[in-house]
């Protein structure tokens, strides 16, 4: 298959108005390609590999991590991009750094990390992966953060509170105009959630907290799994539950992709920005899908996420952040010299969002080491 002509409406790096520092061209790359691959050679993209989706890192080997779950996201989002002939590179650069913000611990971490930082202005991970890629990774010689493409910072900034959008300049802007981003960063929104959904079902179902028949209460599982049982009746759980989910995203995705494109052809933009003015995301599922997408989000919130054994966890981690926050703050010296170097001694929130940076910027183990280290 060659190379489809990109959508008008796609997002085209001759018509954005590009990096916050200018630099020269890549001579066999384009402009989103180089994101996607500034965004792999990152530190915080290694980090991903032992932070926690659901599943803390030492629960199981086999678990998502946030690493696998972004790499399941980009996948999805490059067969919706090519699709929709929008830009591949675009939207896997977008789903590739949608959750470095992401604390240790997952949500635990991130409600606990929001929690301490109360006072200082809150912790919000979505505006923490804009961070990363804004200013906290230090890789190159004539600036800070990677420098990315306006339309990769935009996809990266899912949510954000009027009063942050208030500070972040452009890429702020949309949340105070009411306006959409492009189609590249509503479809890696979407399919972010597409992914964990289908594979909390796979991990929840792995750890026995949640099982079949409770799932084949929900109609996107039920179906399918009638289907699939009545095809294969002597298929085994393990088996079964695989075949249910590849025929669950495949549903979803395609209901997707036909959505979004009889979106498109109603409101017919014809260039990113009546995309951005269109008054409400072009990219979505049809009602039924998904609402029954919802339902299955709902269900595994309840039983799964707030799974009495996810929960003893849950407080368990959420103690090591609060004190590793506590330390900090008491004894900013306890943190290297590249992060308390940075804290200005007069100024307590400068400090405490130097100490948030520190410790969101942490994979579970360590974390969990560096607990153990100081307080024993
Ligand atoms: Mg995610």
Known sequence: MGAAVLESFAADESRSIGRRYEETKAAYRGEYQRDRDRIIHSTAFRRLVYKTQVFVNHEGDLYRTRLT????VAQIGRTVALALNLNEALIEAICLAHDFGHTPFGHAGQDALNEC???????EHNLQSLRVVDVLEERYAEFSGLNLMFETREGILKHCSKKN??????VGKRFLNREQPGLEAQIANIVDAIAYNNHDVDDGFRAGLIG???LREQPLFGKQ?????ERYPDLDDRRLIYEIIRRMINTVVTDLIDQTRANVKEFAPQSIDDVRRAGKPLASMSDEIYAQHVGLKRFLNKHLYRHEQKLAMTEKVQAILKDLFQIYMT???KMPLQFSSAVDKHDQTSG???VADYIAGMTDRFAIAEHERIIG
């Open 69 to 72: 779950h972004s790499i399941e």
């Open 117 to 123: 930082m109360r006072d200082f202005g809150g912790f």
């Open 165 to 170: 959008a208030a500070e972040l300049g452009d």
């Open 212 to 214: 079949l028949e409770q």
């Open 225 to 229: 799994h009638d289907e699939v049982h």
């Open 331 to 333: 004894d900013i010296d």
């Open 352 to 354: 405490a969002r130097v």
